[in-house]
């Protein structure tokens, strides 16, 4: 409604601006996870609802005990209802209102898009993210992590350090290094800061590391274009 009159952008807000020029998958990755901290802020769901547990979403059954019409007794009915939205949720919740949130939101905006924007297609990106989603879904039972998006998060840090070796970065100005040791850059300074081993990047690393050539040598039936 702000445009001008030639149709262009004129009225466009810089924040939209930035928020259509994502890729699509970003897009949405970036605001499922802003929309959902957002809600746990305001009490509106609680990360209890929120992560990934086999049990829940394959095989929950839980007998609930329920008064009946003696005062003195009761009754019990089983639920069996699979909570599918697990598989979802654990992936685009970091955390309430927070640093560590946006600097997660960064993470995802910065190098997911990069890799999707220099992916074959759509459909590369996609397929390689689903790929990456579910080989976490199966290890996180193994590892006992029920939030699997700052995993998912290294993992494409992982790959594109890797994709692109000749690019130089700096620490805060103190030290430049190139890409291939951005996630050791980052291990060494979650253990300075908190003191222990990071099992969120160190897993990310590991299927990161699984999926390099899943990404540079795609399924055939993906090199059409979309």
């Excluded at 952008?9 to 699509?24: I, N, R, S, T």
């Excluded at 509106?44 to 007794?73: E, G, K």
């Excluded at 494409?156 to 890797?162: A, D, G, M, T």
């Excluded at 979650?190 to 999926?211: F, N, R, T, Y």
Aim: aromatic fraction near 16%; charge should be positive; glycine fraction near 6%.
């Amino acid at each position: 409604m702000l445009g001008g009159a030639a149709g262009g952008d004129l009225g466009a807000l810089p924040l939209e601006q930035w928020f259509f020029e994502m890729p699509v998958c970003t897009r949405w990755w970036t605001t499922a996870t802003v929309v959902t901290g957002l809600l746990v802020q305001c009490h509106v769901l609680t990360p209890f609802q929120l992560f990934y547990s086999f049990r829940a979403v394959f095989v929950r059954s839980q007998v609930c005990l329920i008064p009946s019409t003696s005062s003195f007794s009761t009754s019990s009915i089983t639920d069996s209802k699979l909570q599918y939205w697990r598989l979802f949720t654990t992936f685009i919740y970091f955390g309430p209102l927070s640093l560590n949130l946006l600097f997660h939101i960064f993470f995802i905006q910065r190098y997911a898009r990069m890799l999707e924007e220099s992916a074959q297609s759509q459909a590369h990106f996609t397929w390689m993210l689903a790929y990456a989603a579910t080989t976490l879904l199966c290890l996180a039972p193994l590892v006992s992590v029920v939030f699997l998006g700052s995993i998912l998060s290294s993992t494409l840090v992982y790959i594109w350090s890797r994709r692109h070796p000749d690019v130089q970065l700096s620490f805060l100005g103190l030290f430049i290094f190139r890409a291939p040791f951005l996630p050791w850059v980052m291990i060494a300074l979650s253990v300075v800061m908190h003191g222990q081993w990071p099992k969120d990047e160190l897993c990310g690393i590991a299927v990161g590391h699984g999926k390099i050539r899943f990404l540079l040598y795609p399924p055939s039936y993906l090199n059409t274009h979309v």
